[in-house]
């Protein structure tokens, strides 16, 4: 058969990208030249949870949901991938945790991974594996690195001064040490990392540094450790982030990059990278490798050996199913993806690269597309605090609706910016959308098609006219209908192969809504006796719109997706190539389901939650919280005199303009006073801003910012600031960005 795709589907032409063009007309020899190669197999990473306490739907959204749409794409594409986690069972945290408890590590891991991984199979994560680091496998496999390390003159063995607890009688490492944040202020910040701003640390950066075990001021006593060579690698990294080239090849394309990781990135990098001690003074974790001299007492850093749990997960999944791991991790052909959150950028980023280049033998992520952190009801979620929705218990409170919480999770996902759940919007979610639109279209369509064609597909006439649902008063065509839904599953596995999965999710739920159209515009509950053929049209293309959908929602809503095709009668999706097979139909102009199919019966995908449910989950958040000191009472705010009157023409002299952060850093000698790097879409500015006090560099990058343009330019501390970034200031003297709606392009206008 002679294929001219463009010529027969040109309405569908502005929307091919280059994965999809690839993939679905493989079977058909006809391949784009312009078009990057596919990569051979996918090794894909999700962040290891700490195993000292259960998942909450800020985990969810940040790295293991995101993983799990990509992945379970990239399977209905026919792709060879494999999906990695497990439980990071070392460190400090973990013994911590045990001390509260009164118990000991090996007990808590214990628990918690198995509590883990029951979360992660009820609420749909399709893992692989999912593996834990205290498994054999996995100290063997970070011992071989260690050495491996070693013999190539990685690491630089120094005796330096750290913390000791002298009423415990030990050295206390990242966890057991909390202080004041010098970056952000917080005064419960961890001896290795900043909760609240996202800083990563080392206990000598910690400000009133106190011990975790006692309560006590901690000394400094000497002790040997080996630190990895960062500031060796610095030159490198920086190409590799920026350019994507290293070692002369091109690796990743930045401009695919999420700016808030390429942000931090540079922020670490620029203020320069130092060595970085990969061993510890712990009874519990890894052994420094028993062979090596002065080994004794010492421990792996966990951020060495966690990551490297991605590593013998892939060993212990091939070595259950017969496979060779070292094609996934050591091949050119493979893309390595890591899904994380934020906080945990430069440990992947940068950190965990080092430690591969080092040692030789492995290749370096394409990407890590990191989200931002989920609030919950106008506050940060804190596990301390117990401020959470715990995601077992969602999954025990909604039996058969875990659904409903994967598809609030992606349309409340921080991909780009920090985001928020609550209670109320969760039920507005699931009502307006998942009832009203995607059940509301599939019960219809199959209760109309059971009451007039007994539950069978009717044979119809391609050239009847009716009214497309894509456009109002619009005559539809048979064969259009089709082009426009291969168009849809393209764009849709565009965004996902992108990151955007909130706007992959879109794009499906844009084909139930057309759907819905088509059946409100032609009303075959009115036309069936006067126009019967026309009914049949719209009642197969309506079913194919189901049947589409019950493909593409499969890496978002993989349950509803398994309801959906019993429903519809067809065969459960094997995760081979499911998707690839639907578009080589439809771009051949073929329905999915042929006529005389036999159907299903109908069922209810989602049902509505009332205002009882939801008021009731409200109360058991507000009653999970420790109890709090009274409120103070309120005072009176105190309002800064205005300034003298100004005339329309002043204020016109002023050309305020949309903008968006792209680096950030301290400027040194100077406490107030970040150096910032602001696209403005004609042009990038330097602007010194006054908000070091109050925001990280970490905390900026990404920000979409009101600038004002045409402020003279300042020279300061050797700098020219080149404009100022608008800000406000509420009565207790703490700054908010004045910022446009996310997504407005930068250097328009404000008035």
Known sequence: MELNFLDRFPILSSYFCAAFYHDVL????????????????????????????????????????????????????????????????????????????????????????????????????????????????????????????????????????????????????????????????????????CEKCGSALSPTDLINPKSMLSGSVPVKRPTKHWFLRLDQHEAWL??????????????????????????????????????????????????????????????LYVWLDAPIGYISATKQWALDNGKDWEPYWKSDDTALVHFIGKDNIVFHCLIFPAILKAHGDFILPCNVPANQFLNLEGRKLSTSKNWAVWVHEYCADFPGQEDVLRYNMIKKMPEQSDSEFTWKGFQETNNNELVNNLANFVNRVLVLSHKYYAGIVPAIDHDQDFKSGWETDKTGSYDQELSLLYGKLREMGTEIERFNFREA???????????????????????????????????????????????????????????????????LLRDKGDLLAILNELVEGNPIMLPNHALGQSEHLFSRIPDEVIEAQI?????????????????????????????????????????????????????????????????????????????????????????????????MMGVESQGMILMAENEQGALSFVSPADGWPSGFGVR
């Open 619 to 715: 109360a058991k958040l507000g009653a999970s919280e420790p109890a709090s000191a009274p409120a103070a009472e309120p005072t009176e705010i105190q309002y800064a005199p205005m300034k003298e009157t100004i005339q329309f023409d002043d204020f016109a002299k002023m050309d305020i303009r949309t903008g968006k952060i792209l680096t950030a850093e301290k400027m040194e000698k100077s406490k107030k006073l970040l150096k910032l790097s602001v696209d403005l879409g004609f042009e990038t500015r330097t602007i010194l801003s006054g908000i070091a006090e109050h925001f990280s560099p970490e905390e900026v990058v990404g920000k979409q910012v009101v600038v004002l343009a045409n402020l003279a330019p300042r020279p």
């Open 238 to 299: 920086r190409e590799w982030i920026n350019t994507g080239v290293a070692d002369g090849k091109k690796l990743h394309n930045p401009a695919d990059w999420k700016n808030h990781v390429l942000g931090q990135c540079n922020s670490w990098l620029d203020q320069g990278l130092q060595p970085r001690a990969m061993t510890r003074d712990l009874d519990w974790g890894v052994d420094v490798p028993q062979e090596i001299p002065g080994s004794e007492g010492k421990k």
């Open 505 to 571: 999710l879109r794009v499906v739920m844009e084909i139930s809504s057309a759907g819905n159209a088509l059946l409100q515009f032609n009303e075959p509950w009115k036309t069936v006796k006067d126009e019967p053929e026309m009914v049949k049209v719209v009642l197969n293309l309506a079913l194919q719109y189901v049947a589409v959908l019950s493909v593409a929602i499969r890496p978002f809503l993989p349950f509803s997706a398994d309801r959906l095709r019993k429903m519809l009668n067809l065969g």
């Open 26 to 193: 493989l079977s058909h020899a006809y391949i784009a030249q312009s078009c990057p190669s596919v990569k051979k197999r996918y090794l894909v990473t999700a962040a290891l949870p700490y195993a000292n306490g259960p998942l909450h739907i800020g985990h969810l959204a940040g790295a293991y949901l995101p993983a799990d749409i990509y992945v379970r794409y990239l399977r209905l594409m026919g792709r060879d991938v494999v999906f990695v986690c497990g439980s990071d069972e070392h460190g400090a945290a973990i013994t911590v945790k045990a001390r509260k408890e009164g118990t000991t590590p090996q007990a808590i891991v214990d628990q918690y991974h198995t509590v883990l991984k029951d979360t992660f199979e009820k609420i749909g994560i399709g893992f692989d594996i999912y593996h834990r680091t205290s498994a054999p496998i996995h100290h063997q496999t970070s011992q071989d690195f260690f050495r491996k390390l070693l013999d190539k003159g990685a690491f630089l063995e120094e005796t330096t001064e750290q913390y000791f607890d002298e009423i415990a009688g030990q050295f206390l490492a990242d966890r057991y040490i909390v202080g004041t944040c010098p970056v952000c202020a917080n005064p419960e910040a961890y001896g290795d990392q």
